[in-house]
């Protein structure tokens, strides 16, 4: 169902791909701000190579705030992208994949399926997954075009 | 992965589950506003078989909205209830299961993940998913108690 | 500005309005659950009387959660209510009016901007405000169908 | 209660105050998406002179969207700063000073109620505001600390 790595942080030949991945995890980790309560990093890979660092922010009516992995693809939208490869998340929960909640599976949703989410651990292991994965049975911006009926089985 | 069945409409013996199930799918119909964009329903089965209605509140702030799975949950919260046996959701999308949003799935999750979700069409067919299914990998309000680090892989 | 009264507990003749009002803010009390963090509770008045009651409806993730103002809101219109005079808030701060955040200002906005808040504290004195002293320049959704430009000072 | 001016577009002599005043206008318009219901820009000054420009960003689940101003300032935050001047908003309706829905009246209000909110008009008129004028009697970080009480006049 999903692949389990444990990231090798020995000295051996890394090809591009293993490189790219050990950045965004690496770069996960330093998007974590000094919140009050729960310190999360994310780092975004988009299509042409640009990682988009993010963090959470925080807000006194709590339902107000902003998850990292939300921070992260907001300022790449605002740059212009809407294509990514991957993106990869950070926490301080010492045995635990750090794995991001409904709203922003929902939002990351909002650009595909297909792409991928490195859940991590902070001794560098982590989950690869897709958002399909993660979010199955979902609908997205093409599924708000589809055709509505006005007589059910219940009565309208 | 998920079960599929067609909801008959003919008359036979009901099982009281049966009955509920069907009255839970009728009432999330029913549920469904007179809204300008997207009109769904929700309905909720309490653990002693009280059941909530909801629908979706929108917001000329869209994002301040709220979705008719929230709606129903927090009106039930709202009376003490916190033990859930499932929730039904309709919506007038043709060919189409409405799936809840993975936000509401988060705000289902608050409450386990064992219960039950359908999903249905309004010709009366449903999938029947439990939040489990419909958010892996997820994490709930026991999770915010577990330990953090202060030393990682990649430095503090 | 805004009138600051203190809400009198000693015996003696009260109005209608007086006993709703007291009401309305006793209920918003009853309303607090026994949150993690922050109890809030409050208790909205419709058009015809009836008293919705709501809380704070927390979420592991916190950007999720519902405040206690938008809880109440979206059972009154799921049950097919969309006129509100005023709504109560109170919560356990002690020397502190209980303010609504902007989140729920925009929310109750939706619905007009001429009906009242009662901000209260836990001694029973209150600040009686309306939602256009709270939510100055403010947009509703009338303002979602005004026409637009095409060509700016700024270029498009 | 707030200011108006018709910004001028003639050449004459700008303070270097007038400059970033223009600057930011300007790119508040260039902010904006081309998104499929409300186009939305915002441009936040932060304390030492960096601008930071947000659109919005939608999501198929409405609720799960970013208003342009959250964009900006979480894109702000992610990049350390937590200090802020001013900031502005522009749209592309007519005759409409656009304004900041609640929800981002307050996620601006964490960063403190005193600093400065330019509402334009793509004719690039504007007025400037406080967030305490926008946000009147408003709660931010500080005081989710305040003491709390246990027994009330309408009892626990
Ligand atoms: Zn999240
Ligand atoms: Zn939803
Ligand atoms: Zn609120
Ligand atoms: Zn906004």
């Given at each position: 169902f999903f692949l389990f790595l444990f990231l090798s942080t020995t000295t051996h030949t890394h090809t591009d791909t293993d490189r790219t991945q050990r950045d965004l995890l690496k770069k996960s980790w330093?998007?974590?701000?000094?919140?009050?309560?729960?310190?999360?990093?994310?780092?975004?890979l988009a299509h042409d190579g640009t990682i988009f660092t993010g963090c959470n922010v925080e807000n006194a009516s709590y339902n107000l705030g902003i998850c990292a992995e939300?921070?992260?693809?907001?300022?790449?939208?605002?740059?212009?992208?809407?294509?990514?490869?991957?993106?990869?998340?950070?926490?301080?929960?010492?045995?635990?994949?750090?794995?991001?909640?409904?709203?922003?599976r929902q939002f990351m949703r909002e650009f595909g399926d297909q792409w991928?989410?490195?859940?991590?651990?902070?001794?560098?292991?982590?989950?690869?997954?897709?958002?399909?994965?993660?979010?199955?049975?979902?609908?997205?911006?093409?599924?708000?075009?589809?055709?509505?009926?006005?007589?059910t089985q219940f009565g309208s």
């Amino acid at each position: 169902f999903f692949l389990f790595l444990f990231l090798s942080t020995t000295t051996h030949t890394h090809t591009d791909t293993d490189r790219t991945q050990r950045d965004l995890l690496k770069k996960s980790w330093y998007g974590r701000p000094h919140n009050r309560k729960f310190r999360v990093g994310a780092a975004l890979l988009a299509h042409d190579g640009t990682i988009f660092t993010g963090c959470n922010v925080e807000n006194a009516s709590y339902n107000l705030g902003i998850c990292a992995e939300r921070t992260a693809i907001a300022k790449a939208v605002s740059e212009g992208y809407r294509s990514f490869k991957a993106i990869a998340i950070a926490s301080d929960l010492e045995d635990q994949f750090i794995s991001p909640c409904g709203g922003c599976r929902q939002f990351m949703r909002e650009f595909g399926d297909q792409w991928s989410v490195y859940l991590s651990k902070p001794d560098g292991s982590y989950l690869k997954m897709t958002i399909e994965d993660l979010l199955p049975v979902s609908f997205g911006p093409e599924d708000l075009k589809k055709k509505r009926v006005f007589t059910t089985q219940f009565g309208s």
